[in-house]
């Protein structure tokens, strides 16, 4: 069986995020993936520190910082797919999604000590499930290309994404189209991955 850990950057329950993620989620596992969400506006996580402390051990996490993080790395790490769900704030992803991508990119990443170690997730497959205000090209594309480059760096596998854009604060979200592409991103995902069960 496959694992999916999701990271959801809304600080909104019931959010444009959370509407797309759940179409998107169910395609999943009907497919039979062990999928866990963690909302990280839940979790206390502080911003990284570049302390290094983390890259005295190439075998752990091995963050100075006690807080909620040793949580989400341990979902990440076990997983194979890594999908990263959040609205746009001021062209790039929220304010927790960023602490954690930070504090994943040393604790993951043994590149920064006095001798350059591993990368304990090369090969994880990362998605993007993005909301924003403006038209995608020109709300979401910088936040898809600065985790394009993450990717490259860690030794990650970008394997696509999906912004769909909110006309406005009067306007409903969630309709059949965004659910469709959602269920659609999905299964394209899990066509290239070679789905466990099924057909997709």
């Not at 797919?81 to 991508?101: E, G, R």
Request: charged share 25%; aromatic share 12%; glycine share 8%.
């Amino acid at each position: 069986m496959k694992h999916v850990c999701i990271l959801l950057g809304s600080p909104r329950r019931d959010g444009n995020t959370i509407q797309l993620v759940r179409p998107f989620l169910e395609e999943w596992l009907r497919q039979g993936y062990a999928c866990r969400t963690i909302w990280l506006y839940d979790k206390n996580l502080q911003p990284c520190r570049a302390c290094r402390v983390c890259q005295r051990d190439w075998s752990v996490f091995g963050c100075a910082i006690r807080d909620d993080m040793q949580e989400i790395f341990d979902c990440v790490r076990a997983s194979d797919w890594l999908v990263l769900a959040t609205p746009i704030y001021s062209w790039y992803c929220t304010p927790p999604m960023k602490a954690v991508l930070d504090r994943l990119v040393y604790g993951m990443n043994k590149y920064y000590g006095e001798t350059k170690g591993p990368s304990l997730w090369a090969g994880k497959q990362v998605a993007l499930l993005t909301t924003c205000g403006y038209p995608p090209h020109k709300g979401a594309d910088l936040w898809e290309e600065g985790v394009r480059r993450y990717c490259r760096h860690s030794g990650l596998r970008f394997a696509g994404a999906l912004a769909e854009h909110d006309p406005g604060y009067r306007a409903v979200f969630m309709d059949g189209e965004k659910e469709r592409r959602a269920r659609q991103f999905a299964r394209a995902l899990m066509r290239a991955d070679g789905a466990p069960s099924g057909k997709v």
